[in-house]
């Protein structure tokens, strides 16, 4: 059905969305339509003639049932009133069965419009029935007895389950409480939640030897008693440094400079020499020689650098194209590589080596020569010209007549 | 003797701020009215980041919320460990928690006395803890050094707290450790100028060594022996000095090791 023009737009009607818990806005052409709905369902369901299969429960219940569907929506109540009435099944209460003999003396007739709407106000009056609940039935006294054991085993259950919960939980709060206490017992503080494995713990008793300990300590005692000794002597000695090299004369004094130099020299003298690019690890800035390092450090620290040599290495870089010619190898093949290699390459002057080395066309021969005869190393540059005289002309004399010209 | 306290400052009850929820007040630096240590916070003794995970940890916000002087020692008695932070999350040990909180209270000299040699008697860590606090809170170096020497001679053992894992250290090594090291339990000690310039400044006696009388023996046997052969023990053998500086000139000693220990 085209968009009713009730809106007076060219735009679609959007369905309005459903939200739960809002009540639904009323659009006056859904509301048209779903109240035709609702008429063509109901002539349809009353129209429909009740069947005659024995699968059915019974006549009485599905003439109830059609009185339900018209009191209600169409589609849903269906389902919805068998099932309630397959649940009572064998069970009928008092204005159910009256309802159902009415509906039975005159299920069959054709009117079933006067029915539908005889049937909407009685069944209207009970609608206690449409809901599964059991209706209490009356029970004599002699039966009453019989059934009487039964009520109270609800109740009891009710009690026993709660019971049963009770314990549980109190089971529970048991084996945490006894579980806190074994944790403190164990002197695992509640605040501390890390676990400490005993096995890396220390054992800090004392008296577990004492004459072992008293030695220790003795020992320890003695240490701190040198190393203070030790500190004094130091101070003393630098101080007589001081005192000699000051009485010492100038001469003395450049004497020992120049032999420690030496002794240096010949220091470094033993270990190797850096090759042609050699990747450069440097020691760094902290090498203090103090008393307290490893030997595993000094001997690191004392490496000779220069002179090591290492399983990658490659060796003499000189063979090696200018493409590979860098300091570390690692970067090879890698992107952003600047094409800088050291400050001698990249040097653009000329430091007075050109002049002595022989031209570049020298030995060629005189057919491979550039045309302008020794102009391979000179100024490229394009406006290149010699300084040359000055071009007179004619009409040129007379501009600074006024002043003799001195030339 | 209140050497802890500028001169002529009266500590209020209400400029305590031992009770405040947590220290972030004694923190603030515009707001701190209580005591200075040389001239700052005490707090600021720790660095930030030390601070940051002390006031964090549960230990302090459970443990040591409230807590005066006396309480304070209900909780050390049951310290087990000494140590800074450990771990990958530089979880502050109990230890350095107790210590900022007697940073925080600053308590007067003669509880401090009291913790060291009293209550240390009976409880090593208490000692341990005592004498960090001594440490980092005095300011007089004579102070530090005759307050902290004593105990050099007790030689008690104390479970330390390292990142990686434990260690077994002593009271004595502890203590040796505040006065010649730069950084103890995650803390940076302030500058404690080395005893020999004191002594030169002649504000300290050279340090008398609790081994005494031993360390004379000692000295007296590698003087003999050092005219003859050479000997591995080079203990006590100095260059031509037989007792050096850091000995004492036959002075009575008693036992001052003995009356350290409370065994």
């Known amino acids: 059905m085209p968009p009713l023009p009730s809106r007076m737009t060219k735009n679609r009607a959007q369905p309005t969305r459903y939200r739960p818990g809002k009540a639904e806005a009323d659009d006056p052409a859904s509301d048209e339509e779903s109240s035709e709905e609702e008429e063509d369902a109901r002539p349809v369901a009353a129209k429909a003639p009740p069947p005659k299969a024995t699968s059915f429960p019974s006549q009485k219940k599905l003439a109830v049932d059609l009185s339900k569907a018209g009191q209600q929506s169409a589609s849903a109540t269906k389902t919805q009133a068998k099932a309630p009435h397959e649940d009572l099944e064998g069970f009928v209460t008092a204005s159910e069965s009256s309802v159902s003999e009415g509906e039975g003396g005159s299920g069959s007739s054709d009117e079933e419009g006067r029915e539908e709407s005889s049937e909407e106000e009685e069944s209207s009056s009970d609608d206690e029935a449409a809901k599964p609940m059991l209706a209490p039935k009356f029970i004599s006294k002699a039966k009453r007895t019989q059934q009487a054991p039964t009520t109270p085993t609800d109740s009891d259950k009710a009690g026993d389950e709660e019971r049963l919960r009770r314990e549980k939980a109190d089971a529970l709060l048991q084996a945490q409480l006894e579980r806190e206490a074994a944790a403190r017992a164990a002197g695992k503080k509640y605040w501390d939640d890390d676990d400490i494995n005993p096995e890396d713990e220390v054992d800090d008793t004392d008296d577990l030897d004492p004459e072992a300990e008293r030695a220790a300590w003795k020992l320890r005692e003695l240490k701190r008693v040198k190393r203070d000794r030790e500190t004094i002597e130091e101070k003393e000695r630098e101080r007589e440094e001081i005192e000699r090299r000051r009485n010492m004369s100038v001469e003395e004094r450049e004497e020992e400079d120049r032999r420690y130099i030496e002794a240096q020299k010949e220091d470094r003298e033993g270990k190797g020499k850096m090759g042609y690019m050699q990747k450069y690890f440097h020691k760094g800035a902290f090498d203090f020689n103090g008393e307290g390092q490893d030997e595993e450090v000094k001997r690191a620290l004392n490496r000779d650098l220069a002179g090591a040599r290492f399983v990658d290495d490659t060796g003499d870089k000189q063979v090696l194209p200018e493409y590979m010619r860098m300091r570390d190898m690692t970067r090879l093949g890698k992107k952003g590589r600047t094409k800088y290699k050291d400050l001698k390459d990249e040097d653009t002057g000329r430091w007075g080596v050109d002049m002595r080395r022989k031209r570049e066309f020298e030995g060629v021969d005189e057919r491979f020569r550039p045309d302008d005869g020794y102009s391979g190393n000179q100024r490229t540059g394009a406006n290149d010209v010699a300084v040359g005289e000055r071009r007179r002309r004619d009409d040129d004399s007379g501009r600074d007549g006024k002043r003799t010209r001195y030339d | ?263």
């Open chain 2, 1 to 263: 003797m209140r050497a802890i306290y500028p001169a002529g400052k009266q500590l209020l009850p209400t400029t305590n701020m031992a009770h405040q929820a947590d220290a972030r007040r004694a923190l603030d630096e515009r707001g701190y009215t209580g005591a200075l240590i040389r001239g700052d916070n005490p707090l600021k003794l720790f660095e930030k980041a030390v601070r940051d995970r002390i006031v964090d940890s549960y230990y302090w916000k459970e443990q040591c919320f409230g807590l005066n002087a006396a309480t304070l020692l209900d909780r050390a008695v049951e310290l087990n460990f000494i140590g800074g932070t450990y771990g990958v999350a530089q979880k502050p040990t109990p230890f350095l928690c107790l210590a900022f909180k007697l940073l925080q209270l600053t308590p007067d000299r003669e509880i401090i006395e009291f913790y060291l040699q009293q209550g240390g008697e009976e409880f090593k860590y208490l000692r341990a803890l005592a004498a960090f606090y001594v440490r980092l809170a005095l300011e007089k170096d004579e102070e530090v050094y005759s307050t902290l020497e004593p105990f050099l001679g007790d030689y008690r053992k104390l479970k330390r707290r390292t990142r990686e894992g434990w260690q077994i250290t002593y009271v004595d090594q502890f203590v040796d450790d505040l006065l010649t090291k730069s950084r103890v339990c995650a803390t940076t000690l302030p500058k404690l100028n080395p005893r020999l310039f004191l002594e030169d400044e002649d504000r300290l006696e050279p340090r008398v060594s609790a081994l005494g009388e031993e360390l004379e023996e000692l000295d007296n046997d590698d003087g003999e022996r050092a005219n003859g052969q050479s000997d591995d023990n080079d203990e006590g053998r100095m260059n031509g000095h037989v007792d050096g500086n850091g000995l004492a000139d036959s002075q009575p000693e008693d036992r001052s090791d003995d009356s350290m220990n409370g065994d």
